[in-house]
T-cell receptor
Framework: GAVVSQHPSRVICKSGTSVKIECRSL??????MFWYRQFPKKSLMLMAT?????????EQGVEKDKFLINHASLTLSTLTVTSAHPEDSSFYIC????????????FGEGSRLTVL | AQKVTQAQTEISVVEKEDVTLDCVYE???????LFWYKQPPSGELVFLIR??????QNEISGRYSWNFQKSTSSFNFTITASQVVDSAVYFC????????????FGQGTRLTINP
């Protein structure tokens, strides 16, 4: 199947700094990518939908200025956690879809963010 | 709005037992996809199955089988002759054909297979 890769897989940062997480589709062009957040022992919550070349659509309750999403190319979407705080510590997972009309989604390996 | 409910938070069985993970979904859409994913301790999501709303046939893949019943809005997952390697968190998810087709996940069921 298609491959979606996230980087970094783990990151530890100090409170107040910004962290960027990359999501790449390695063998297909992803017109749409989704960013999910997973708290420990909890389900995955959709944060935002990013479409190549346009602004991301954020879910209710997600701060767009806090979680900056950029989808500048068909193979790369980035999530930047700005001015990170300990409560932003979480597991972030991206998924990508090749075709706009199928339900086939491919997930990255996830990125675990720890804010000290 | 869509909703997925996995009522079993945790299940623990002894190896070689059969185990069924329940999934109940809600949607007003007539066309949709249902999924099961496995999340081992390493964290990545492993795709297990996708089923569209027009196909109610049950499916078997090795020790895994899925029972889709639209009448009860359920999409249950059974592992036969469970193995320790089956230990993981399992998520049921739903997406609709219209709109962004984003996935709505259930709360997950933590399955522990004891030797």
């Amino acid at each position: 199947g298609a491959v979606v890769s996230q980087h970094p897989s783990r990151v530890i940062c100090k409170s107040g700094t910004s962290v960027k997480i990359e999501c790449r589709s390695l063998d297909f062009q992803a017109t749409t990518m989704f960013w999910y957040r997973q708290f420990p022992k909890k389900s995955l919550m959709l944060m935002a939908t990013s479409n190549e070349g346009s602004k991301a659509t954020y879910e209710q309750g997600v701060e767009k200025d806090k979680f900056l999403i950029n989808h500048a190319s068909l193979t790369l979407s980035t999530l930047t956690v700005t001015s990170a705080h300990p409560e932003d510590s979480s597991f972030y997972i991206c998924s990508a879809r090749e075709s706009p009309n199928t339900g086939e989604l491919f997930f990255g390996e996830g990125s675990r963010l720890t804010v000290l | 709005a869509q909703k997925v409910t996995q009522a079993q938070t945790e299940i623990s069985v002894v190896e070689k037992e059969d185990v069924t993970l329940d999934c109940v979904y809600e949607t007003r859409d007539t066309t949709y996809y249902l999924f099961w994913y496995k999340q081992p301790p390493s964290g990545e999501l492993v795709f297990l199955i996708r089923r569209n709303s027009f196909d109610e046939q049950n499916e078997i893949s090795g020790r895994y089988s899925w029972n889709f019943q639209k009448s009860t809005s359920s999409f249950n997952f059974t592992i036969t002759a469970s193995q320790v390697v089956d230990s993981a968190v399992y998520f049921c998810a739903l997406s609709v054909f219209q709109g962004a087709q984003k996935l709505v996940f259930g709360q997950g069921t933590r399955l522990t297979i004891n030797p």
